[in-house]
């Protein structure tokens, strides 16, 4: 049992990725390498649905380091390049430990996910001096949500097609999903001053409150 869609979707991703757009920014090759990793990582027990919230897991942090990847070579110079390998790194490691004797309830794996994503938090607010500190935390959740939604999307789309997004596989990565979600609408709030926070709620809510 292979995962054929995600395989040969990422080798060819990436040499289009390679030959088609120089333009393509270096986190995109990086991320390419990655869901490679990902993949091969994977033992086949992913076709009865064990390892669903590996994948989910491993999918989000890479989709996330990816969308941040992107901001922060947006910046420019050799720091756009430390992040990116800061980041990478960081994502190696985080796949390694992510190992088969781990909790993998929705809980651990949100916890993994949320600690993953905004443990990158003090390197967003160092390459956005410029932003204040309510705007480096808005725009830093939406991010990695941005991420996140990605992740989700391509964990769900494979375990769509291996026919295993079903029953408990299907009611624990959706309950990862919202737990993710909320926490990060916790850590906005809790990184908003207490004059943004009293605007959000009298508004509409959090301001990229959008659960999918």
Do not use: C, W
């Amino acid at each position: 049992m292979s995962i054929p869609s995600l395989n040969s979707n990422q080798t060819s991703a990436a040499s289009s990725a390679k030959n088609s757009n120089q333009a393509t920014y270096a986190p995109q090759t990086a991320r390419n390498q990655l869901n490679a990793m990902l993949v091969q990582s994977l033992d086949v027990s992913i076709s009865s649905g064990k390892q669903s919230q590996t994948l989910l897991f491993r999918a989000s942090i890479t989709n996330i380091t990816q969308v941040l990847n992107g901001d922060f070579s947006g910046q420019g110079g050799d720091q756009g390049n430390a992040s990116l390998q800061i980041n990478s790194t960081q994502l190696s490691i985080s796949i390694q430990q992510d190992g088969q004797d781990q909790d993998n309830s929705p809980e651990a794996t949100s916890k993994r996910i949320l600690d993953g994503a905004t443990s990158m938090f003090a390197l967003y607010q160092q390459q956005h001096p410029e932003l204040g500190s309510d705007d480096q935390a808005k725009n830093f959740v939406n991010l990695i949500r941005q991420g996140f939604e990605q992740g989700y999307k391509e964990a769900t789309d494979i375990l769509k097609s291996l026919k295993v997004f079903n029953g408990d596989v299907q009611s624990g990565v959706e309950k990862t999903y919202d737990l993710v979600l909320k926490g990060f609408d916790d850590f906005l709030s809790k990184n908003l001053s207490s004059s943004a926070q009293s605007n959000a709620s009298s508004g509409s809510g959090t301001p990229q409150a959008n659960a999918g």
